[in-house]
Each structure stands twice: as structure tokens, then as C-alpha cells.
């Protein structure tokens, strides 16, 4: 295709990651993000404003929360497509209860399956969630969005783009890109450790923003690895659905012959069965890993064939303090609290993926680790980011003398996954203060608004970011920059005024209760109106020199500024 | 990197550019698809349990992807690329499906 090997890698690495890093921009950023996911819940949920706890008592408290438990009329309508004709209006065999819960989790996670009777795949299952006050056993309003955990975690890794799975795909597809434009990177330059030390912010944009696309590409080119690399694995059932396709007949003979081994049904017996103790039950996994000297909480429960013969109960271990998500489980039989296996330790392989896939999800405890994985996000989105104003910055005096208005479309867009997905995500923290608790009867559920305010600010700001691009097709800046940043600084505030005025719960008050939380995220939005409030100066300034060197040196295509 | 470097390539035609993206995109899917089947079929013939096999196809597959996309820009033959990819990603699909056939 070219000359030689730098040649193609170059090509690559200039088209593809133009074009991908676009979606890449919003997989960093919200990646990042979710990195505070249960805070940024507590943020938008102030129910949930309370101390992290234990999993409750199953007998007195999960239990009868269970057996209500039914799925709601929006997963009836999703499931509809995988029935022959209509679905049933009340689903009564429950195939699996479960809870999961983490060590920066107040409210607790819980979820049923039921069977289908009519499902074209008999063993498919209609599953239905909800969110719980694990104290009293309070359940949360279907339509209160976490905003963390259901909203910028999913968009990061599905751009909560769900029709056909398209999400999935197109962010598998960039993630490949990422790695393609790690390496093909580093094959473009020479000097690959110098570019670890050098940034000159004083030479001309197109330098500095070269000098900064590769400091933070170098710097956190293991991070920007791992994480994309990391992410293709934890989906790998999805990209390449091979044992539940071409090999699903092996799969289905695994699936029996395991369930022969470990003594854990497959099927149901169709024999009712009651449910023993499962507070003993899980009394007695406590006192097994006791045994082996390892933490005692539990982080996943589940009740598997529930109400029958072969039913049984699975208790995990929290992953606080390993990287793997959760393990040594221990399983009981249902209807007598018998132990019926003990998980072995895991394989080689197992312990490798669990090590790279539980890496990336970072369920453990370790604060300092987390932090840096938000600025491993965020030097991410530097290094994106400023590959785009490079290309811009070279191209821009070759399009305007072509004519070209490629230079105004690329820019408009570094505009909108710039500053415009941050505006985004900071209207949607705003219309969460702002929207009624109860909303009128008629309106759309209320987490559905807030999804609606996200996206609507962003395409407001992708349309400000191209009407006023004009000035680029001139090799001039985009005065949106300008006006977005002055936004933001504007905008941020108020979300951490509204926070206070609708909850009372001010920065002096949270600080001062060590309620992290909820302070640390008003803290960041006061760090982002401040950043954007120097940027939005500075860059002001400069078009302020550059219209003013633009009119002195009128007609001149080799404009210049310092 | 800039334009003026690469469109002094002769063959640098919308159509074989479009056919090194297939080539990088598809042709690697279907000789990762082949890889990760293979591999799972065979190590679970030959003893790995299941999900060990699985999650040691992706985890290998998934780096042989951008191997075999670098090299689909890389290499200096188009239709070699093609052939390679589809051709042993078909084979190690047929083996997959054989290896089953024989153990289900």
C-alpha cells in the first residue's frame, strides 16, 4: 500500500484514529468516570446519601422482597421478541434470585429470572432488577437513575446505544483501533523516549499540542493498553459468540457434564421444595473462609431453580481484597442447607483472566489506584484530544487554500467531544437537581428525562460548536472553544449550588462529615469550572492576538501566532 | 503521515483502500473467529476445562486481531492478506467443527 512499513503505520494512525477517536474520547471519559460510579449515584440519588453496608439478613429482609418481585412492564415489552405470541401477564417460577453488593455500595442490587413458558429458547429466562435500602428493605423507584452505575458506566463501554447491540460494537471496534494506534504510534517515532520528557507549551499550537499528544500517549501507553486490550477480553463472549454459536453443542455437554461433577443441578426436578435458613447458610460459608484466614464478607448471593428440589444457594466471597471480582464460593443445597461444594482454586488461565478482566473493573479497595486510573482516563482523552487539534493545526493552511472545509468539520467535533461531552454530562447533573421528585402524571419516567437532558445539551453543543466554525475554513479558531469553556465555568457551579439547595448538603457540611462521595464530586466540578475558566482566558487571548495579527496581515495565507 | 506522502503511492485508490479496511476488519474477524474455535475446541479436547479454553482463545485472539490488522495495511500483497486470513481462519472454523463432531 505505501513505501514502507512507518508509512502505512502513519496512515493508520492518522485515519483510523481520527475517525474512532471521536467514540474513543467518550469510552475514556465516562471509563473515567466510572471509576466513581457508586459516588457519582449518591450524588444523584440523595436517598441513598448513606454509609456503605453489609449484605442484609436473607430470611427476615431479602426474602420477601424476592417472592414480590415480578418484571416490570418495560422488560415484558424487551423480552417480547424471544416468545412465541403473547406473554404472560404474571411469572411464577422463579429460575434465580440474586444480590450483589460491594464495599462502596449503601443500597444493595437485587435481581430476578423467571422461566418463560412459551420462550423460543427454552432455556432463556426474563430477568427484572431493582435497587434497595439493604436497612429497612425500602425499595427505590424504578425511574431514579443512577447516573454513575446505569448511566456513564454503560455508555462507556455500550454508548447505552442498545439497538442490535451496535453500542458494543462500535466501542469494540475503537478499542481495536486504540491498540492499533498504540503501536502504530510508536513505530512512527524515532525518538520514542525523548518524547517522554518533552513539552515546549510555548511554541506554536501545532508543536505543543504534538509534544502533549505524545507525553501523554508515552507516558500512559501501558494504562492506554491495558484498559483497551482488557476491555475487548471482558467482552469477548459478545465480539466472538463462539460457544454460544458454532460450538454451542459442545458448550450444552460441558454445561451437563459440569453440573455431574460439581453436584450443582442443571435442570429442575419439578418437585416443590421449601428454602432452609439461608442466614445459616451463609454463617456457615463465613466460618469456611474464616478457616482459611481470608475476609468474611459476602459480595454475590444467589438462590439457583428456586422453590424446587434441585434448588441451591451460592454465596461469594466481596472482591475487597483481591483483584479477581468474586470468588471461593460455597454452595449449599437449598431445601436442607447441606454444603453441596466448595469451589476449587482456580486454574492457571482462570486466574490470568480474572487478574487482566478484574483489573479493569477495579472492585477491590485500593483509593490511590483508583485515582489513578481517573488520570490514566483523563490523559487519555489529553492524548486524543490534542491528536486532533495537531491534525487541524497541520492541515489548516493547505484546506484553506484548497477550499477545503475539512479542517472546520474536524475541529467543530474536537469541540463536542471536548468541551460538549462535558457540558453534557454536567446538564444532566443539573436537570437531575432541577427535576420534581414526583413528576406530573403523563411525563416520562424521570431517569429517562435526565437521559434526555444528556444528550440533548450535547447535540446543542455539537450545533454551537459548527455554527460558529466559520473562522477555522480561515485557519483561525473556532470562537466555540471559547464560549464552551465559559460555559462550563458557569455551568459546574451551579450544579454544586443546586446540589446544596435541594439537599442541603453544602461542601462545608460534606467535607466536614468526611462524606466523600458527595463532596468529592462537587469538588471536581468546581476543579473543571476552574480549569475551564483559565482555558477559556487563555484561548480567548489568543484569538484576540490572532484577529488582530489576522487584520494586519490581511490576504496573507501564512499567518502566524506565538 | 501527511497527504502529500502517501498519495505519491500509485495504488492508493479509494477501491484498495477500502480493500485493505475489509481486508484488516473482515478477513481478521474470520481468522480470529477461527483461532478462538479452534483453540477451544482443541484445548478442551485434549483436557482444559471449558471456560479455561475460552477465555485463553479471546485472550490470545484478541491480540493476533491487531497483529493481523497491522499487517493487512503492512504487508505488500493485498490478495495474500485476503488468502491468509479467510483461508486459514476457514480451515481452523472446519477443524473446530470437526473436533466437535467428534466429542459431542
Known amino acids: 500500500m505505501f513505501q514502507n512499513f512507518r508509512l502505512s503505520m502513519a496512515w493508520l494512525h492518522t485515519w483510523f484514529g481520527l475517525v474512532l477517536g471521536f467514540v474513543l474520547m467518550a469510552v475514556f471519559f465516562f471509563g473515567a468516570l466510572s471509576v466513581f460510579d457508586r459516588e457519582i449515584d449518591r450524588w444523584a440519588v440523595p436517598e441513598s446519601r448513606f454509609e456503605p453496608q453489609p449484605m442484609p439478613s436473607f430470611d427476615n429482609l431479602l426474602r420477601p422482597i424476592f417472592e414480590k418481585m415480578q418484571p416490570t412492564k418495560t422488560d415484558i415489552e424487551q423480552f417480547s421478541s424471544r416468545a412465541n405470541g403473547p406473554m404472560p401477564e404474571h411469572f411464577d417460577t422463579p429460575v434465580r434470585w440474586g444480590a450483589y453488593t460491594t464495599h462502596r455500595d449503601p443500597v444493595l442490587n437485587i435481581f430476578a ?19 434497595i435500602d439493604p436497612r429497612d428493605g425500602r425499595i427505590f423507584p424504578d425511574d431514579s437513575l443512577k447516573i454513575g452505575s446505569q448511566f456513564f458506566y454503560p455508555l462507556h463501554y455500550s454508548l447505552n446505544f442498545h439497538w442490535m447491540d451496535l453500542g458494543y460494537w462500535i466501542v469494540g471496534f475503537s478499542s481495536l483501533i486504540m491498540l ?55 467482552f469477548a463472549g459478545i465480539y466472538f459468540p463462539v460457544s454460544h454459536t458454532q460450538l454451542e453443542q459442545l458448550h450444552d455437554q460441558h454445561e451437563i457434564h459440569e453440573a455431574q461433577v460439581t453436584g450443582l443441578p442443571h435442570d429442575r426436578a419439578g418437585i416443590a ?45 466481596a472482591g475487597t481484597d483481591r483483584v479477581a471480582l468474586t470468588g471461593e ?87 463536542t467531544t471536548v468541551t460538549g461531552m462535558v457540558l453534557a454530562a454536567v446538564g444532566m447533573l443539573i436537570g437531575n437537581r432541577l427535576l420534581p421528585g414526583t413528576l406530573p402524571a403523563g411525563w416520562p419516567p424521570r431517569g429517562n428525562l435526565e437521559e434526555y437532558i444528556f444528550w440533548g445539551v450535547w447535540v446543542l453543543a455539537m450545533a454551537h460548536a459548527f455554527w460558529r466554525s466559520a473562522p477555522v475554513a480561515q485557519a483561525r479558531m473556532n470562537p466555540a472553544w471559547v464560549d464552551q469553556c465559559f460555559a462550563l465555568a458557569f455551568l459546574a457551579p451551579v450544579a454544586v449550588v443546586l446540589n446544596w439547595i435541594t439537599t442541603g448538603d453544602h461542601l462545608a457540611n460534606t467535607i466536614s462529615a468526611g462524606y466523600w462521595p458527595v463532596a468529592g464530586l462537587d469538588l471536581a466540578l468546581l476543579v473543571v469550572a476552574g480549569l475551564a475558566f483559565i482555558a477559556g482566558r487563555h484561548l480567548r487571548r489568543k484569538t484576540q492576538t490572532e484577529s488582530a495579527t489576522a487584520t494586519n496581515q490581511l490576504g496573507s495565507a501564512e499567518v502566524q501566532h506565538g | 503521515m501527511s497527504l502529500k506522502s502517501s498519495s505519491s503511492s500509485p495504488n492508493l485508490t479509494p477501491a484498495h483502500i477500502l480493500g485493505r479496511i475489509g481486508a484488516g476488519i473482515l478477513g481478521g474477524y474470520v481468522f480470529v473467529w477461527g483461532f478462538i474455535a479452534l483453540s477451544l475446541a482443541g484445548l478442551y479436547a485434549v483436557g482444559m476445562p471449558f471456560h479455561d479454553a475460552e477465555a485463553f482463545g479471546s485472550i ?44 459431542v
Request: glycine share 8%.
Open chain 1, 180 to 234: 492499533v494506534a498504540l503501536v502504530s504510534g510508536v513505530v512512527m517515532h524515532r525518538k520514542f523516549f525523548r518524547e517522554l520528557f518533552t513539552f515546549r507549551p510555548n511554541k506554536a499550537t501545532q508543536r505543543s499540542a504534538l509534544d502533549l499528544h505524545n507525553l501523554t500517549g508515552v507516558v500512559a501507553l501501558p494504562f492506554h493498553f491495558f484498559f483497551a486490550f482488557t476491555g475487548l477480553v471482558i
Open chain 1, 329 to 415: 464460593g460455597i454452595h449449599f443445597k437449598a431445601s436442607t442447607g447441606e454444603v453441596l461444594r466448595e469451589d476449587p482454586p482456580r486454574t492457571v488461565v482462570a486466574n490470568v483472566n480474572e487478574f487482566l478482566t478484574g483489573l479493569h473493573l477495579q472492585h477491590f479497595r485500593h483509593w490511590l489506584l483508583r485515582w489513578l486510573y481517573v488520570l490514566g482516563g483523563l490523559a487519555g482523552c489529553v492524548c486524543i484530544a490534542t491528536g486532533f487539534i495537531f491534525f487541524v493545526e497541520k492541515r489548516k493552511r493547505q484546506y484553506v487554500k484548497q477550499g477545503s472545509q475539512n479542517a472546520r468539520v474536524v475541529d467543530a467535533l474536537a469541540v
Open chain 2, 60 to 103: 490470545i485472539g484478541f491480540l493476533l486481531y491487531l497483529v493481523v490488522f497491522l499487517w493487512a495495511f503492512a504487508a505488500q500483497s493485498m490478495g495474500k492478506v485476503w488468502l491468509v486470513l479467510v483461508g486459514s481462519g476457514g480451515l481452523m472454523t472446519a477443524a473446530a467443527a470437526l473436533i466437535q463432531h467428534s466429542l
Open chain 1, 113 to 131: 429470572g423467571y422461566e418463560v413458558p412459551n420462550a423460543i429458547h427454552h432455556d432463556d429466562a426474563i430477568f427484572t432488577s431493582s435497587t
Open chain 1, 273 to 317: 421444595a421449601p428454602i432452609a435458613s439461608v442466614d445459616a447458610m451463609v454463617a456457615e460459608a463465613q466460618r469456611r473462609w474464616a478457616e482459611r484466614g481470608m475476609a468474611g464478607d459476602v459480595g454475590f448471593l444467589a438462590l439457583s431453580h428456586v422453590g424446587d428440589e434441585n434448588g441451591y444457594v451460592s454465596i461469594y466471597r
